[in-house]
């Protein structure tokens, strides 16, 4: 089989394995940032029977408050993700950082209905772009061959944090309200952006931590910069009409649909619907976060394993991404089904498990098919995804007001696995933004 990196010099990498760590502290780094960034999204799902209770809000109410995060997202996503390619990865998440604590602190301020969907929304416009931001940072210090991988790390930290937050949110509430409890959590992200603004640098080439043999072996498969005669823009028809960028879009979008009944209303259902407790609700509402860690974690090294096995990603990505989320499906639809509370959340986390498989395969293709426009292409795929998650907690609050009952909006859900597993059938990583093929090489240095 052709080596296509062969075709390639500056795309080659060195055989030895490099010396150097910084490549592993910035992964480090960045898996953190994901944790912080699920763990302040999520907590607003433990804290919606306090919050409703206090402020007066019924169903259709918290749906709201739960899509004003995910709208604002959706309306800045692309934007930020096209101002990462544009200024680099450092001050976009400085920035995103900074904003999304200070207005995660003033959710435990507000007084009503109105206050609450401002904070939100403004949230929501603050986080957003964070993970296009990480994956074009990551494409300048791993190269695709490594990129399922990493991305594995990144979505099982992200998971991991918000695993954590149901437990450690109730904990929180109980212990000093969930208002106060919102302004802790505002806190923690200040305590990772100084120092990452003080050390981080977007190019390795300027980090002076970064030893020779680190530094060669990132030129050996960096992309060349474009000629001064070539667009700077982000080719935008190119990206948007892109075969692949639609199917990963598509793929999100629907994963995003079904998925986000974890993070927004699992914890009412267990407690209204399957008649549990506040603190056995959150802890079983943490299982399809741990199970989606290692859904994550698994994937991100099935897939570039498949990769070195077939010589390519096209068929890697696409079957990991179909037969993840067809399982994911029957899982969840199966746990609708089930009579016992801990049985049903149990198949809901296998369905996590099976969703959260694709993950690092689809943020490495963004980083494929982008290039140096990663940033972008991660900005209209999480755009996509964000509009699932507009539209997932509205229904699920408009049908429970409605009196419609938990079934329906849960077989929709379901559905929407299938959806995205059909969706990931159009992805081909190869077909890049540039229309030149991407260097992949397996790597036989990196476990």
């Known amino acids: 089989?052709?080596?296509?990196?062969?075709?390639?010099?500056?795309?080659?990498?060195?055989?030895?394995?490099?010396?150097?760590?910084?490549?592993?502290?910035?992964?480090?780094?960045?898996?953190?940032?994901?944790?912080?960034?699920?763990?302040?999204?999520?907590?607003?799902?433990?804290?919606?029977?306090?919050?409703?209770?206090?402020?007066?809000?019924?169903?259709?109410?918290?749906?709201?408050?739960?899509?004003?995060?995910?709208?604002?997202?959706?309306?800045?996503?692309?934007?930020?993700?096209?101002l990462v390619d544009r200024i680099g990865p450092r001050k976009v998440l400085t920035r995103i950082i900074l904003w999304w604590s200070a207005f995660t602190s003033l959710t435990g301020l507000t007084r009503g209905l109105g206050?609450?969907?401002?904070?939100?929304?403004?949230?929501?416009?603050?986080?957003?772009?964070?993970?296009?931001?990480?994956?074009?940072?990551?494409?300048?210090?791993?190269?695709?061959?490594?990129?399922?991988?990493?991305?594995?790390?990144?979505?099982?930290?992200?998971?991991?944090?918000?695993?954590?937050?149901?437990?450690?949110?109730?904990?929180?509430?109980?212990?000093?309200?969930?208002?106060?409890t919102f302004l802790v959590f505002g806190a923690v992200g200040l305590?990772?952006?100084?120092?990452?603004?003080?050390?981080?640098?977007?190019?390795?080439?300027?980090?002076?931590?970064?030893?020779?043999?680190?530094r060669a072996w990132i030129r050996s498969w960096t992309v060349a910069e474009p000629d001064p005669g070539e667009e700077s823009g982000a080719p935008w028809r190119r990206i948007l009409t892109n075969r692949s960028v639609q199917g990963l879009a598509g793929a999100t979008f629907w994963s995003a649909?079904?998925?986000?009944?974890?993070?927004s209303w699992l914890p009412t259902y267990l407690e209204t619907e399957r008649g549990l407790s506040l603190h056995r609700a959150a802890w079983l509402a943490g299982l399809p976060l741990l199970f989606g860690i290692a859904g994550c974690a698994l994937g991100g090294w099935l897939g570039d394993r498949l990769s070195a096995r077939l010589g390519s990603t096209r068929w890697s990505r696409r079957l990991i991404g179909s037969v993840g989320m067809t399982s994911a499906c029957v899982c969840f639809l199966l746990g609708v089904r089930a009579a016992d509370p801990v049985h049903a959340v149990l198949l809901m986390a296998l369905a996590s498990f099976f969703n959260d498989l694709p993950a690092s395969s689809l943020w490495a293709a963004n980083m494929d098919i982008g290039e140096r426009h990663?940033?972008?292409?991660?900005?209209?795929?999480?755009?996509?995804?964000?509009?699932?998650?507009?539209?997932?907690?509205?229904?699920?609050?408009?049908?429970?007001?409605?009196?419609?009952?938990?079934?329906?909006?849960?077989?929709?859900?379901?559905?929407?696995?299938?959806?995205s597993g059909l969706s990931w059938l159009l992805v081909d990583s190869t077909r890049t933004v540039s229309g030149k093929p991407p260097g992949f090489e397996v790597d036989p240095d990196f476990p």
């Open 374 to 419: 990663a940033g972008s292409v991660s900005g209209v795929v999480g755009t996509s995804s964000a509009v699932g998650a507009v539209i997932s907690p509205l229904l699920f609050g408009f049908l429970l007001n409605r009196g419609w009952g938990w079934t329906p909006a849960l077989v929709m859900a379901g559905l929407a696995f299938l959806c």
């Open 1 to 82: 089989m052709v080596n296509l990196a062969a075709l390639d010099p500056a795309k080659q990498q060195v055989a030895v394995p490099p010396g150097g760590y910084v490549r592993f502290l910035v992964l480090g780094a960045f898996a953190l940032l994901a944790a912080l960034t699920y763990l302040d999204r999520i907590c607003m799902a433990q804290a919606a029977g306090p919050i409703r209770a206090e402020l007066g809000l019924n169903e259709w109410q918290m749906g709201l408050v739960f899509s004003a995060f995910t709208l604002a997202y959706a309306l800045c996503e692309i934007p930020t993700g096209r």
């Open 257 to 263: 649909f079904g998925w986000y009944f974890f993070i």
């Open 115 to 180: 206050s609450l969907l401002a904070v939100r929304f403004a949230f929501g416009m603050g986080e957003a772009g964070a993970f296009p931001g990480i994956a074009c940072a990551l494409t300048r210090w791993f190269p695709p061959s490594q990129r399922g991988r990493i991305q594995g790390v990144i979505w099982s930290m992200a998971r991991v944090g918000g695993a954590l937050a149901p437990p450690l949110t109730a904990a929180l509430i109980a212990a000093i309200g969930w208002r106060h």
């Open 191 to 214: 305590v990772w952006v100084i120092p990452f603004w003080f050390w981080y640098r977007d190019d390795p080439e300027t980090n002076p931590r970064v030893s020779p043999e680190e």
